[in-house]
């Protein structure tokens, strides 16, 4: 029977134990037993694919890898402690002192602080190229580009990147495309298609969707992720059985999710779009967005997310946060709980003023991860915060 990726999602499992249970086990073990020395040098020498420690594999983290792989359409894959731990594992793996990276200009904030603070110094360099000008990124190519390196929708400011563009131009340069694509997740847009080499996750975000794990994965091809496992291994990035049992439970409902994430999401952007405290609502799939199309192109559905600008700056950022009642003010997204934030006075505040211009922040943009309440619920909050500033 020939089934679709969401309800292999759903399916996908460690081999039934004699036990007979129908939801999967989760093996929290450190190391895994061989039942003699023979077996033990075979699982070594990699003659047979035994576990041996939990920081090489684990079933239950294996579980949570191959379902991603699948809703991803790749080949294998390798699960990491965090988000940041698959960015950073993914370009310690396949970078090297002289190597230069060539990434978006908006990305997630302590990815910016690895590429600018931290790669420098092991003579990794790197170039930003806008996110807004696909055309500009041919010229920042460089003989020792080895990646291009981008998120889309971006973070904060919901800008989307030309998949199909960047995919033809890595290809063209014979250089590693690696995205991440945290924002959409697979169940909206799978960048493999579109010739992405390495696609990597935040699971912290939609794939728990609950708020409660950290967590990252980085899947592509299998050659690929075979460097990536023997630098991992090694170096320790692992994600822990316990999160991984987490993660993928949670999978099992990630497209019933995202469904009514998208729902709320944008009913809640065309309820605002014209607010006359607001000078613009950005959401990919409101036709006002200036990617549209190219968001429309790419992604599924709109995506969990929608920022607004208001009219009164930084200090009107402020009271709006003050005057919400059931929204969140915390440092995450992805939940199934609506949070909003205000990058310019908090997450992006160490900027300058240009720098903040160049990521698409302004003083009064306010960014919204919409969670799965009633909608009426949610928007409510929102119109009777905006009234008080
Ligand atoms: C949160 C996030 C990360 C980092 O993930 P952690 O799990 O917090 O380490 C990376 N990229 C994006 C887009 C994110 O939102």
């Given at each position: 029977m020939s089934l679709h990726r969401n309800t292999k999602a759903v399916r996908i499992q460690t081999k039934r134990s004699d036990e007979m249970?129908?939801?999967?086990?989760?093996?929290?073990?450190?190391?895994?037993?061989?039942?003699?020395?023979?077996?033990?040098?075979?699982?070594?020498?990699?003659?047979?694919?035994?576990?041996?420690?939990?920081?090489?594999?684990?079933?239950?983290v294996q579980e949570f890898i191959d379902k991603v792989c699948m809703l991803e359409g790749a080949e294998d894959g390798f699960a990491f402690s965090t988000g940041m731990a698959a960015v950073f594992g993914s370009f310690m793996?396949?970078?090297?002192?002289?190597?230069?990276?060539?990434?978006?200009?908006?990305?997630?904030?302590?990815?910016?602080?690895?590429?600018?603070?931290?790669?420098?110094?092991?003579?990794?360099?790197?170039?930003y190229a806008d996110v807004n000008d696909i055309s500009s990124w041919e010229a920042l190519i460089k003989p020792n580009t080895k990646m291009i390196y981008l998120e889309t929708p971006t973070n904060p400011?919901?800008?989307?990147?030309?998949?199909?563009?960047?995919?033809?131009l890595a290809k063209k340069h014979n250089i590693l495309l690696n995205v991440d694509n945290c924002f959409a997740t697979p169940i909206l847009q799978r960048p493999i298609e579109f010739g992405a080499d390495l696609v990597l996750h935040s699971a912290t975000?939609?794939?728990?969707?609950?708020?409660?794990?950290?967590?990252?994965?980085?899947?592509?091809?299998?050659?690929?992720?075979?460097?990536?496992?023997?630098?991992c291994r090694n170096t320790g990035p692992s994600m822990?059985?316990?999160?991984?049992?987490?993660?993928?439970?949670?999978?099992?409902?990630?497209?019933?999710?995202?469904?009514?994430?998208?729902d709320n999401a944008e009913a809640l952007a065309k309820k605002l779009e014209g607010h006359p405290k607001l000078n613009s609502v950005k959401y990919p799939f409101?036709?006002?967005?200036?990617a549209y199309a190219v968001a429309k192109k790419q992604m599924e559905r709109g995506g969990p997310l929608l920022t607004f600008e208001l009219k009164g700056g930084l200090e009107a950022g402020s009271k709006f946060l003050d005057a919400l009642e059931l929204l969140s003010l915390?440092?995450?997204l992805g939940d199934s709980r609506s949070?909003?934030?205000?990058?310019?006075?908090?997450?992006?505040?160490?900027?300058?003023?240009?720098?903040?211009?160049?990521?698409?922040?302004?003083?009064?943009?306010?960014?919204?991860?919409?969670?799965?309440?009633?909608?009426?619920?949610?928007?409510?909050?929102?119109?009777?915060?905006?009234?008080?500033?």
């Open positions: 249970e129908h939801s999967t086990p989760m093996f929290v073990t450190s190391s895994f037993v061989f039942d003699n020395a023979e077996e033990m040098r075979g699982a070594f020498s990699e003659e047979n694919d035994s576990n041996i420690y939990t920081r090489f594999s684990n079933p239950t793996t396949f970078l090297k002192s002289g190597d230069h990276i060539l990434s978006c200009a908006s990305v997630f904030g302590s990815t910016h602080t690895l590429l600018t603070k931290y790669m420098p110094k092991w003579g990794i360099e790197y170039s400011g919901l800008d989307v990147v030309d998949l199909e563009a960047i995919g033809k975000k939609w794939m728990d969707g609950q708020g409660r794990v950290l967590g990252g994965v980085v899947v592509g091809k299998k050659e690929l992720i075979r460097e990536l496992y023997l630098f822990s059985p316990f999160n991984a049992w987490v993660l993928t439970k949670s999978l099992e409902t990630l497209d019933v999710r995202m469904q009514r994430h998208c409101l036709p006002s967005h200036p915390t440092s995450n949070i909003a934030s205000h990058p310019a006075s908090t997450t992006h505040s160490k900027l300058s003023a240009a720098e903040q211009q160049a990521v698409g922040i302004t003083p009064g943009l306010i960014r919204i991860s919409v969670g799965l309440e009633y909608i009426d619920d949610i928007a409510n909050d929102i119109l009777q915060a905006l009234d008080k500033c």
